[in-house]
């Protein structure tokens, strides 16, 4: 079954410095989203992306955050300047229609 | 906010079915009922979805009420497995964008 990948699974960075979250979605998929979970807590929705725009974002997603849609196959979510509250478990989803697929996740552990 | 409601969590014993109610009082005509899990931290998965109508696929059954108010998802054979949290989320039909979500059911297969 095609799934969405996400690389890398683990990432520690500095407060402060710069992170690219990377996503593969699936292939014929036309609707890409971010969310992220911080330790213990819901999963919340950041940012959907479809026609190589956003179209829809959370509060969360403020000037910090952007996404990116660079080749035509990945996805990629920009932190600039982290946060220690940045912590969180960050996943990728595609979808066709309604049914999402979610990716494993990356960790991104700001220290 | 999420617009269901779901108990924090419930047992069930291995090879018996698991029935999990939720709650979605205020769905409108167009909001289909989603049900996804999560398994430890792993990234969410789909397992079913319906608008009216009771649906089945390999994973669950889905039995929405008459009046859409609330639906019940049934694991007809849950295994150790199939311990997870999880989430009943309402969406509009025609809308690719974000999930909702709330706190889940932790859900516990006991042998």
């Known amino acids: 079954e095609p799934e969405v990948t996400q690389t890398p699974s683990h990432q520690v960075t500095q407060m402060g410095q710069e992170v690219i979250l990377r996503c593969v979605p699936i292939?014929?998929?036309?609707?890409f989203y971010w969310y992220r979970q911080i330790l213990g807590q819901k999963v919340e929705f950041l940012v959907s992306?479809?026609?190589?725009?956003?179209?829809?974002k959370s509060e969360i997603f403020d000037d910090q955050f952007s996404v990116e849609r660079p080749d035509g196959s990945n996805f990629t979510l920009k932190i600039r300047s982290t946060k220690l509250e940045d912590s969180a478990m960050y996943f990728c989803?595609?979808?066709?229609?309604?049914?999402?697929?979610f990716g494993q996740g990356t960790r991104l552990t700001v220290v | 906010d999420a617009k269901t409601t779901q108990p924090p969590s419930m047992d069930c014993a291995e090879g018996r079915a698991a029935n999990l109610p939720c709650n979605h009082s205020t769905i409108s005509g167009n909001e289909y009922v989603y049900w996804y899990r999560q398994i430890h931290s792993q990234g969410p998965q789909y397992i079913i979805h319906g608008l009216k109508n009771n649906e089945t696929n390999e994973m669950a059954s889905l039995i929405i009420t008459e009046d859409r108010k609330s639906s019940t998802l049934i694991l007809p054979h849950a295994t150790l497995r199939d311990t997870a949290v999880y989430y009943c989320?309402?969406?509009?039909?025609?809308?690719?964008?974000?999930?909702?979500w709330g706190a889940g059911t932790k859900l516990i297969i006991k042998p």
């Open positions: 992306f479809y026609n190589n725009e956003i179209s829809e």
């Open positions: 989803a595609s979808s066709l229609t309604g049914k999402a697929f």
């Open positions: 989320i309402v969406r509009v039909g025609d809308s690719n964008y974000q999930l909702i």
């Open positions: 292939s014929n998929h036309l609707y």
